[in-house]
């Protein structure tokens, strides 16, 4: 800048601009505005607008018409880029009450905590959930269930060949759940069931199905694999769900059969089942019901299933509990194509596109030897090795840190009694376990009257979800940098063991806080185990959200142990 006219320019820019700054900074930086911008980026979140009380920021409406309706792809997860998720806190809806206490919220619930009346329209001839006074009142009804969900389980009970109360059928999973009356109706049996059903017009099926305290989740049948492990379910049910199980070359029929377990049970009520019974009540040709039937059997015959029963509107179908039975029977049949496993790991679900194929089994020496292995009855099931780590060659590795695992989560549950009495109190319903490993927090929790939500991160170490399933209890594959398929408020106690350790380095575990904060219930309870270091990042992001943690030592294992506990008890929260 030799030119001496720049030079002046300069200067004079110069001047003007720190004349503007003396004339403007002062009121500006005193401005309210101001000084509570900076306040909300240094300390607090606020709270989101009024119209996301019931946000699920996967199962977004808004963000699922720009993907196209085939196979259902819009009702798939489609989350947003982390540079566009909410941070601010989402909000409970104007006179929201603490749920009533199980088993009491199996058959009613608060109807401002759901405020959506339109389902009991609807649905009103079916008899799904009535509106009386300030609360949902849920007699069991369902558009199969003519006579009440008691009665179709008493139905379905004599058809199976296995009682319901044998203890042979503990998983169950519910596709195109309703408002579960379903699963409602197995915990008389002590039966697990996992309800899925996407969001829909009829507005937060699942959301009621969480609020009656019952185990459910969003998901759909589309071009991805249900997040489950292969051979998870004792049984899989669907009663007028709408999936189209005979379209794609039999692509979801295929899905279902990776998922049951051998010698588990395929339940399918309504059309086109007893067609030349119910086609008239139907409405719909006899032709059309009987070519879908037709499909429908030659189908389960590639898949080894066999046909136990079939009455009024229910047929059953059982899993062969291996395919060497079966093998000589596809000599007569189109031949099944089945799936290279050295490609596909069959245990895979975590965006994992399905394919058209047959997952092989687990190798057998007989006929008479269930692939994977035999499991135990229920409750036996729960304390036995389970077969996967029976399996394991291994020299007992897994399996000795299998047995100290539930040595180790018995005592920690028996200390977070003594921490949060609410636990032994029966205040506590829907609990989710953030990264369950092999399953010993829920395996401990199991004498309350609660059910856990068993999370496993999909690139986890070890996966052992699959392990989880033959335990009998249930559980999903999850990347926790991601949000969570439920709706908000839907979990009384969050438990999260090394989980930020986990995602420290993956992604901002501040959006992982914000999502703990949107799913659980107020008045709720969350429990954080981590290293010290990693406790103290933490805890200055749930101050930021107003909760009131206290920290305390965690295990003393030895002089170098650094693990500690943040506990959050929301009842001590404003």
Same mark, same amino acid.
């Given at each position: 800048?030799?030119? +001496? ?15 503007? /700054? ?11 505005? @101001? ?6 980026? #240094? ?10 009380? &019931? ?45 009533? +206490?199980? *088993? =009491?919220? =199996? ?6 905590? $759901?405020? @959506? ?32 969900? &008691? ?27 309703? $408002? ?35 185990? #459910? ?11 489950? *492990? ?17 379209? /794609? ?18 339940? %399918?009520?309504? +059309? ?6 119910? /086609? ?5 040709? +006899? ?50 194509? @089945? ?19 047959? @997952?092989? %089994? ?47 989560? =018995? ?16 205040? /506590? ?90 799913? $659980? ?31 305390? #030592? ?21």
């Amino acid at each position: 800048m030799n030119n +001496p006219c720049l030079k002046i320019l300069s200067t004079v820019l110069l001047l003007v601009s720190l004349f503007i /700054y003396v004339l403007v900074a002062p009121s500006f930086f005193a401005s309210p505005h @101001f000084y509570k911008h900076l306040h909300l980026q #240094a300390e607090d979140f606020e709270l989101c607008p009024s119209n996301y009380t &019931n946000h699920c920021p996967c199962q977004d409406p808004i963000r699922a018409r720009n993907f196209p309706k085939a196979k259902w792809f819009r009702k798939e997860r489609h989350c947003p880029e982390r540079t566009q998720r909410l941070r601010c806190l989402i909000p409970t809806p104007p006179n929201y009450q603490t749920p009533f +206490p199980w *088993p =009491k919220s =199996k058959v009613t619930a608060w109807f401002s905590n $759901v405020p @959506f009346p339109k389902l009991v329209e609807y649905k009103k001839s079916q008899n799904w959930v009535r509106l009386e006074g300030d609360r949902f009142v849920f007699p069991g009804g369902g558009t199969s269930f003519t006579e009440g969900a &008691n009665a179709y389980i008493h139905a379905l009970n004599r058809l199976l060949p296995v009682s319901l109360k044998s203890g042979d059928i503990r998983t169950v999973l519910d596709v195109g759940c309703g $408002v579960a009356s379903f699963g409602a109706s197995l915990t008389d049996y002590d039966i697990l069931t996992m309800s899925l059903a996407p969001s829909d017009e009829h507005q937060s099926q699942v959301q009621f199905a969480l609020e009656r305290g019952l185990p #459910a989740m969003l998901g759909v049948l589309s071009t991805h694999r249900l997040t489950f *492990p292969s051979r998870s379910f004792d049984m899989v049910h669907c009663s007028r769900c709408l999936v189209p199980w005979t379209d /794609y070359d039999g692509l979801y029929l295929r899905e279902i059969d990776r998922i049951l377990r051998p010698g588990g049970f395929w339940v %399918l009520s309504g +059309p086109p089942i007893n067609w030349r019974v119910n /086609y008239k009540a139907w409405e719909t040709e +006899p032709q059309v019901l009987e070519k879908e039937q037709n499909v429908l059997e030659n189908l389960a015959k590639q898949l080894c299933w066999e046909k136990v029963a079939e009455k009024d509107q229910i047929a059953v179908w059982q899993k062969r509990i291996d395919r060497i039975s079966c093998m000589k029977k596809f000599q007569t049949l189109r031949s099944p194509k @089945f799936c290279n496993s050295s490609e596909s790991d069959p245990d895979a679900g975590w965006y994992t596109k399905m394919t058209p194929c047959i @997952f092989p %089994l687990p190798d057998v020496k007989n006929v008479h030897e269930v692939s994977g292995g035999v499991l135990e009855k229920w409750p036996t099931r729960l304390k036995s090795v389970p077969p996967r780590i029976r399996n394991e060659n291994d020299d007992d590795f897994t399996l000795k840190a299998y047995t100290k695992d539930n040595r180790t989560w =018995k005592r920690r549950v028996s200390d977070y009694g003594v921490m949060l009495k609410s636990i032994s109190s029966g205040k /506590y319903r829907n609990v989710m376990d953030m990264n369950a490993g092999f399953g010993g927090f829920a395996a401990a929790m199991v004498k309350y009257p609660i059910w856990v939500m068993n999370v496993v991160p999909f690139d986890a170490k070890s996966s052992n979800l699959g392990i989880i399933y033959e335990r009998g209890l249930i559980g999903t594959y999850m990347d926790w940098c991601e949000p969570f398929s439920t709706y908000p408020r839907t979990y009384d106690l969050i438990h999260a063991s090394g989980i930020f350790s986990m995602y420290m380095d993956k992604c901002d575990i501040s959006d992982i806080v914000l999502e703990m904060h949107r799913i $659980v219930r107020p008045k709720g309870a969350v429990i954080i185990r981590d290293e010290k270091d990693v406790i103290v990042k933490v805890k200055e992001i749930t101050d930021k959200i107003r909760w009131k943690g206290t920290v305390v #030592a965690g295990d003393q294992d030895g002089t170098f142990h650094s693990e500690m506990i943040l506990l959050i008890d929301l009842n001590d929260t404003d």
